[in-house]
């Protein structure tokens, strides 16, 4: 193995002459008072490493000896991530004493004595590549496969295989060759470098269907496919955070991996409180059983941020190898960028916008690629849809992590400063925002076949009718409320309602905070009703007073459980206020 020796130390950043080969990405351990120390070579110039220290080394000197590993940064896979709480090099949090990291100190991501009941899926003689199952145990209500190593080259054949049964991690489950002649034992777990895609699928398939977040200025007016992509971005306080655990909290699918990225350690602490008591909403469990933590905040080392939403990332490709649904977030994709900038700002390398490094664009377009639905080989299909928060300093969406998101991510939620400071909730602009789901054929006609006929009309509707609002708004508020043809103040009041009764949402509301597609497309339908219907009004105070009853009515329906009585009380007192024909809730 090869060997080297500090030569210089610029805070986290070591620069190490080595005395042999060593590769890109490769990692070391420094000595420090019997501790090893974990760093990453981030850049190789001759006989000189630069390698980013992922722990805190206060005390390293010039001169202290580091060991490489010849190995790359590499997460553990296998029964048991889920539910846990990791940190950016997939430690377990919870098998530490004290919540957070000592320098040195290590805590192996699974427990490779904890037992698991596993069933072979094959007999002897079969033939296998790379992610196809052999085998299959049960984690909390997941199948959790049991596949032929990532890294596995070529076809094996099983030679052995363990009969179904209860056994530890760690054991030996099947013995494979292959036709060189080589064999060897598989255990229930597998090695994978985190910075390297999972690519044993057959094929990614174009996004066609609606992952349902819950919420309805994101499902009905911009929804994101199921492995699509979306990016949030926000001003410090506008939602970034509570709109993503909203999500995690809604959404149905099978695997939710929630990276914490840099952001502050008591929202993190915050959401390990509240995460093991709630209900998963699709199933009726925890909602902890199908979801895994991966956190590095803001008081643990720069650099393990980098590896955190890669950690995150590999194991969302595992579970979807298995054939899974798997939701990943990542808060905030901005701290990745920031200790990317630190990086490369220390290293001296010719600096791009914002002194972010040259190679930004092309790291984060790498990182949004790796999401999406796939095929495997047997014909089984798993996605990861990716939503990432990015927080642009003072709000400028110029800025070179939003503009470089931008131009991979598939779908634009934008937090509005304006809408975050008024209170109206999710703050998501409804007009500035984008789904680019909503001009694929497929998508279209999914929505067409499992929502309604003319879904996207009805949406597009509302959207006009939300830019006529703030236009005529404009006009009111240039010219006055007296000098203004009625129909402006009508219009206005007509984008108010869609605003606070249909897109406005409270996140905090057990009934309100999850709406699902049916009921969000009675919703609309009943608002766009209203706003179809010819009123009369005496003068502008009537149309306000108009609206603001109906506004509460609707506010009122989206508190009351779907269908219940009291949501039906408010209906029918709707109907009353316009005569609307009754439509069947
Ligand atoms: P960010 O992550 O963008 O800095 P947060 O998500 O922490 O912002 O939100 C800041 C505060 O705004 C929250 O503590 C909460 O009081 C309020 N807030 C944000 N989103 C909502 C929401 N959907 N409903 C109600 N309050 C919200
Ligand atoms: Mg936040």
Known sequence: MTKGKITAILSNLLQVEVDGPIRQNEICYVLKAGEELMAEVIKINGNIAFAQLFEAGSGLKAGDPVRFSGELLEVSLGPGLLSKNFDGLQNDLEAMPGSFIQAGQRTPA???????????????????????????????????????????????????????????????????????GESRELSMVQKWPVKWPIKNYLR?????????????????????????????????GTGKTVLQQAIAKNNRAEVVILVACGERANEVVEIFHSFPELEDLA?????KDKTTIVCNTSNMPVAAREA????????????????????????????????????????????????????????????YGRAGKVEMRNGTKGSVTFLGTVSPAGGNFKEPVTESTSKVARCFYAL??????????????PLQSY??????????????????SDWIEKVNRAKNLLSKGIEARDQISILGDDSVPLDYHRDFWKSELIDFAFIQQDSFDDTDMNSSLERQSFMLNRVLDICDKPQEFEDFSAVSAFYKKVINLFKQMNYSD???????????????????QSTEA
């Open 110 to 180: 699974l427990d490779l004595d904890e037992e698991y009941e596993f069933t072979p899926l094959v007999e002897p003689g079969a033939v296998l590549e790379a992610g196809d199952a052999f085998g299959e145990v049960p984690e909390n209500a997941l199948k959790h496969a049991i596949m032929l190593p990532f890294k596995f080259e070529g076809k094996w054949e099983i030679i052995e295989i363990a009969p179904a049964g209860t056994y530890p991690l760690k054991h030996i489950v099947a013995k494979v060759k292959n036709d060189k």
């Open 204 to 236: 990614k398939e174009r996004p066609a269907e609606i992952f349902r977040t819950g919420l309805r200025v994101i499902d009905s007016l911009n929804p994101i496919a199921e492995g699509g992509t979306a990016y949030i971005p926000g001003a410090f």
């Open 283 to 287: 199933t009726g469990r925890k909602l």
């Open 308 to 367: 955190s939403v890669y950690v995150g990332m590999t194991m969302a490709e595992y579970y979807r190898s298995m054939g899974h649904k798997v939701l990943l977030l990542a808060d905030s994709t901005s701290r990745w960028a920031q200790a990317l900038r630190e990086m490369s700002n220390r290293m001296e390398e010719l600096p791009g916008t914002d002194a972010f490094p040259v190679e930004l664009p092309a790291v984060i377009a790498n990182f």
């Open 416 to 429: 509005s400063q304006k809408r975050a400071d008024a209170k109206r909730y999710p703050a998501i602009d």
């Open 435 to 452: 789904s680019r789901y909503l001009d694929y054929e497929e998508f279209q006609a999914f929505a067409a076949k499992n929502i309604e």
């Open 562 to 580: 779907f269908e219940s009585d009291d949501f039906q009380k408010f209906n029918t007192e709707l109907e009353a206020l316009f005569n609307l």
